[in-house]
């Protein structure tokens, strides 16, 4: 049998546990329901929001910013869904920003994702509509509608080109083939060998190339390329800093004094051109005259010997 007591204690306890419980509901789920919040609607025509519950989250680039707090049927268009969706006051909403149904995870779910918002544009007030963006849903299932399209279109290609007639026309250009392939065989083979000749013209002239690039460095590194260039450079100089028009006059002056000089020797030439002449005559004549004595002197050694006692 329970005594007062223990009576007393539990009913104390009791107290302190429903005491406790008050205020951690008057601290914790007080400040969530006295919490100021803007609501926002969404519209999504023809698009299904399956998935989507009330009290689902409603995130601005991953962070949570509220929740959904009700889906329901547009009265004036049965097709357009509305959904309420309240976020912390003071939250920035801006006009061009977008609500897109995400997936959460691989539970069917889904989210509201707000994307977008620049800052150029107009914040949106509260009670105002924020524009629907496109879900992954719907993405996904124009993506495969466009590729349900080109297949289709594929496979009716597919089949133009495997129709009887083209078949037929396939199977005579195959023949064709065939056929020149058997009668240009040993051309064909010529060819090939050929080609590997040339291939290996080609090697040689890349293995020459190459060797031919690396000496070019090998000058380039060895600086003799830049002794010319500045040798060029230093020619260059001097010659811009030559007086073109007194280096012609001296150069035509040169050529004056060379014309004089040729029209003297000219000259000095032919006065005594006949002095040469006689000069050479008795040249002639004296050699005449030593052949002459010559002669005589073989015939007759003793002149010699009487010419000396005369």
Do not use: C
Request: aromatic share 4%.
């Amino acid at each position: 049998m329970v005594s007062k007591a223990q009576k007393l204690r539990l009913g104390i306890f009791i107290l302190v546990v429903s005491v406790l419980m008050i205020v951690f509901l008057v601290l914790v789920a007080g400040s969530k329901i006295m919490e100021k919040r803007d609501t926002y609607y969404i519209k999504y025509e023809n698009t299904s929001v399956s998935g989507l519950q009330v009290g689902g989250p409603v995130k601005y680039r991953g962070i949570g910013i509220g929740r959904v707090d009700d889906i329901t049927i547009d009265k004036d268009d049965v097709t357009n869904i509305i959904v309420v969706v309240s976020v912390k006051s003071g939250t920035p909403v801006k006009e061009d920003m977008r609500a897109s149904l995400i997936p959460i995870g691989i539970t069917g779910l889904l989210q509201v994702e707000i994307t977008g918002g620049s800052i150029e544009a107009e914040f949106l007030k509260p009670k105002s509509y924020i524009n629907a963006g496109v879900s992954t849903f719907d993405s996904i299932s124009g993506k495969a509608e466009i590729l349900t399209q080109k297949m289709e279109l594929l496979l009716n290609n597919l089949a133009e080109i495997t129709n009887e007639e083209n078949r037929e026309k396939i199977k005579s250009i195959l023949s064709n083939v065939d056929t020149i392939i058997e009668e240009n065989k040993k051309t064909v083979t010529t060819i090939v060998s050929n080609l590997d000749s040339i291939s290996g013209d080609l090697v040689k002239i890349s293995r020459d190339t190459k060797e031919a690039v690396d000496k070019l460095n090998s000058i380039l590194q060895s600086g003799k390329v830049e002794d010319i260039i500045e040798s060029t450079e230093r020619i260059s100089s001097d010659i811009a800093q030559t007086d073109i028009a007194q280096l012609l006059s001296d150069f035509n002056d040169t050529i004056k004094q060379l014309d004089v000089t040729l029209s003297r020797i000219d000259a000095t030439h032919l006065k005594s051109r006949q002095d040469i002449l006689d000069i050479i005559e008795g040249l002639k004549e004296t050699i005449d005259y030593l052949n002459e004595f010559a002669r005589q002197l073989s015939e007759d050694p003793s002149l010699l010997i009487r010419s000396r006692r005369k």
